[in-house]
């Protein structure tokens, strides 16, 4: 049994994306409200019923966004920001404080992936022990919203109206992400990984190490340009030389030779 999951870290996503369209449904001065309203309620849906629906239903799903984002449906609503003056006197009352929010979510990632994964009474654990990256990451930003309204003295409610200005800023590229990163899958599940392990293995001798680790680092690079982006790189080229030649085959005792490089380098 688990008490925090991913599921319910992406179920938080969806209900605030539904809280935006339901705010853009209601600016009767938004430029396209009805597109732009239906394009973050179906982004909301993916993200909490997707252990629901059925992957066809989703997949229907993403192609209506697609389709919106082509129409030019979704769009960014009326701006209300502060002043120039407002916010220079915010800037010179926090001062440095306004960058603890943001240093929180990452150190909070760092640490609970470190600590949560081994808490846990019996069969009962805190966190869900394979993704406990993403949730320590989730609550890193969760305890980052806290802190910058208590730093800020802003309320729930300027909080939701800034996040529901960046999302609109964003628009429909928040999906791509999302979307490269299924392309990657979808390449790995082709066996894209295999036949560049088959390569890397011809072409370099990947029992050394640091060989290894060069292939690596230079075919993520040049899978990103080729790719243009680094989210389908990521799946085929940790498929195909990082989990076979550096895990498998050179960190299947990693404390033993992490001993025997320091003794070697002291």
Known sequence: MKIITVEACYAVVGLYLFVLAGRIAAER????????????????????????LAPIIIGYF?????????????TRGASHETSRQERVGHAERLRNRIFW?????PATAVVGTLILGELHHGDVWLVEPKQVTLIALSLGAMLALIVAMRTTGANVGAASREG??????????????????????????????????????QAVPTGVPWV?????????????????????AFAVIT?????????????????????IWCRRCC
């Not at 993403?62 to 979704?74: C, E, F, H, K």
């Open 164 to 201: 529901s200005r960046l999302l609109q800023t964003l628009g429909w590229s928040l999906i791509l992400p999302q979307m490269l990163a299924a392309l990657g899958g979808i390449f790995a599940k082709a066996g894209v990984g295999e036949v560049v392990a088959g390569l890397v293995a």
């Open 62 to 74: 993403v192609v209506a966004m697609v389709v919106l984002a082509a129409m030019g449906q979704v």
């Open 239 to 259: 498929g195909g030389i990082g989990l076979p030649f550096i895990v498998k085959l050179h960190c299947s005792r990693p404390w033993r030779r992490i001993s």
């Open 29 to 52: 001065d938004h430029p396209r409200r009805w597109g732009s309203a239906l394009f973050w309620t179906l982004l909301g849906v993916t993200f909490i019923g997707a252990k629901v």
């Open 212 to 232: 290894a680790v060069l292939a690596y680092c230079g075919g993520m690079a040049l899978f990103t340009m080729v790719m243009g982006n680094a989210f389908a």
């Open 101 to 105: 929010p943001a240093l929180l979510i």
